[in-house]
């Protein structure tokens, strides 16, 4: 079946833009997740959504990021005031249950974000 | 804050070795741990989870185990092949989100 699927798959952009991902879970998965990894590190947590709720927002690193799930499916990840240091590749994931459900996490192939 | 790391960095072997790949982890307090590959510029496949009550999981060729008290995994490749080239990624999942170690990028040389 359909696994998760991220679009655009590149994004270039100019600092100080303003950017959007978007993220189409597995249908019928309640959890999603953002994550952010840079070249050569693992993935690092941004923000989990059970459903439309973020369950657990602690991994955004400042305001300018922001992410929605407005009817528990496809999510998008929003940058404002896009800066060079925002460039990796920000990969997202669902799975069927949530927190520390015993599901795995299925991933996306990534957005690749370069601020120029 | 739990912290993940893997062990080596990179490896290289000649195709046909078995290996190992570790990975510890420094808050034992785990609902459980997954084995991810990853190959370049894809995103993460799932290889093996392992749920904190259970010592280990077998799928194909691949072996991990899980001491929690001790906050070790290790992934065991048997017969190893090229196409088993890629980045090795453990996460662990407790009171928050799945934490991910560095990698270990391995290459099986034919």
């Known amino acids: 079946g359909a696994g998760v699927s991220q679009t655009p798959s590149n994004k270039v952009t100019e600092k100080g833009k303003y950017v959007e991902l978007r993220c189409d879970p597995i249908s019928g998965h309640t959890a999603l997740y953002w994550y952010r990894q840079s070249l050569g590190q693992g993935p690092e947590f941004l923000i989990y959504?059970?459903?439309?709720?973020?369950?657990?927002d602690s991994g955004l690193p400042n305001d300018r990021f922001f992410a929605v799930r407005p009817e528990g499916s496809v999510s998008t990840l929003k940058i404002q005031r896009t800066e060079r240091g925002d460039s990796a590749v920000y990969l997202c994931a669902s799975s069927l249950t949530g927190g520390a459900g015993n599901s795995p996490l299925h991933f996306g192939n990534g957005t690749r974000l370069t601020v120029t | 804050k739990q912290e993940v790391t893997q062990i080596p960095a990179a490896l290289s072997v000649p195709e046909g070795e078995n290996l190992v790949l570790n990975c510890s982890f420094t808050d034992s307090a785990i609902y459980n741990l997954q084995w991810f590959r990853q190959d370049p510029g894809k995103g993460l496949t799932s290889l093996l989870l392992i749920q904190s009550s259970q010592r280990e999981q077998t799928s194909g060729r691949l072996n991990a185990s899980l001491d929690k008290s001790s906050g070790r995994s290790t992934l065991y490749i048997a017969a190893s092949q090229p196409g088993d080239s890629a980045t090795y990624l453990c996460a662990v999942s407790g009171n928050t989100p799945l934490v991910f170690g560095k990698g270990t990028r391995l290459s099986v040389i034919a």
């Open positions: 959504f059970q459903g439309t709720g973020a369950a657990d």
